[in-house]
């Protein structure tokens, strides 16, 4: 199993920047093979796509509505066994305000569709305020 857990949520003003943390760990948890990525969930829409990352960090991809807001990166351990996935965030906008979910997939490519995704977090909410 793979054990996922989202930090860094919070309440923010319009303008301002939040980082989320997302730690991934678990006996078959492998960084070598299994990319990441961030999605979100505003209350009555569907979870949507925000970023994702390759296993190493060489392959970023973004929705079109966070380019150039949102930085997507992650840190890899030493062992190979856990891996910290970031989302620095600037410049939020109300619009941004959802439960945030980190993810992870067996797989070399990076990957925008939910349904691709093996593993998620709990959750945690950002809200931003105008």
């Known amino acids: 199993q793979v054990q996922l857990v989202e930090s860094g949520g919070g309440l923010v003003q319009t303008g301002g920047s939040l980082r989320l943390s997302c730690a991934a760990s678990?006996?078959?948890?492998?960084?070598?093979?299994?990319?990441m990525g961030w999605f979100r969930q505003a209350p009555g829409k569907e979870r949507e796509f925000v970023a994702a990352i390759s296993w190493n960090g060489g392959v970023t991809s973004y929705a079109d509505s966070v380019k150039g807001r949102f930085t997507i990166s992650r840190v890899i351990s030493r062992d190979n066994a856990k891996s910290t996935m970031y989302l620095q965030m600037n410049s939020l906008k109300p619009e941004d305000t959802a439960a945030y979910y980190c993810?992870?997939?067996?797989?070399?490519?990076?990957?925008?569709?939910?349904?691709?995704?093996?593993?998620w977090g709990q959750g945690t909410q950002v809200t931003v305020s105008s």
């Open positions: 993810a992870t997939r067996q797989g070399f490519r990076v990957a925008s569709r939910a349904s691709e995704y093996d593993y």
């Open positions: 678990g006996p078959t948890f492998r960084n070598y093979d299994m990319g």
